[in-house]
């Protein structure tokens, strides 16, 4: 990943000097801002691929909770349920309420994972490039 990155911001800066900005000074000021923008995107990239983490951590912990594997006297498996329900169902309530649950079954896990992988990560993408070649 960290390749990746370099060879990115190598492209731009080529780019950048191949369109004449380096004589006017504007390649200093926009590197600045190419390596700011830039390392606000991977960090929210980073966080929303947590998120996820947490969230599939979650859905095998309800489950092994609900099937009776974990012991729910145990005040560490408690602890460790409040927090990720605590991360959890401030995204995961909404989602709830419009959906509905066919046969007692909890989508909204799956329907959050779905909006992150294909909405907003690439919504988060789309703008990076808006801000970096515009």
């Given at each position: 990943m960290?390749?990746?990155?370099?060879?990115?911001?190598v492209k731009l800066y080529c780019r950048a000097y191949n369109q004449g900005w380096?004589?006017?000074?504007?390649?200093v000021r926009s590197?600045?801002?190419?390596?700011?923008?830039?390392?606000?995107?991977?960090?929210?990239?980073?966080?929303?691929?947590?998120?996820?983490w947490i969230l599939l951590i979650s859905c095998i912990f309800v489950n092994l909770y609900a099937f009776g594997i974990l012991d729910s006297?145990?005040?560490l498996v408690w602890k460790i349920g409040m927090f990720l329900e605590r991360l959890t169902e401030p995204v995961l309530a909404p989602v709830r309420r419009v959906l509905p649950t066919p046969g007692?079954?909890?989508?909204?896990?799956?329907?959050?994972?779905?909006?992150?992988q294909y909405v907003i990560?690439?919504?988060?993408?789309?703008?990076?490039?808006?801000?970096?070649?515009?």
């Amino acid at each position: 990943m960290v390749y990746r990155a370099y060879d990115f911001s190598v492209k731009l800066y080529c780019r950048a000097y191949n369109q004449g900005w380096y004589a006017s000074g504007l390649i200093v000021r926009s590197w600045f801002y190419i390596v700011f923008v830039f390392s606000l995107f991977m960090v929210l990239t980073r966080i929303l691929e947590i998120y996820c983490w947490i969230l599939l951590i979650s859905c095998i912990f309800v489950n092994l909770y609900a099937f009776g594997i974990l012991d729910s006297r145990n005040q560490l498996v408690w602890k460790i349920g409040m927090f990720l329900e605590r991360l959890t169902e401030p995204v995961l309530a909404p989602v709830r309420r419009v959906l509905p649950t066919p046969g007692g079954v909890d989508f909204s896990p799956m329907v959050v994972l779905l909006g992150i992988q294909y909405v907003i990560q690439p919504l988060l993408a789309d703008v990076f490039r808006a801000l970096i070649l515009h």
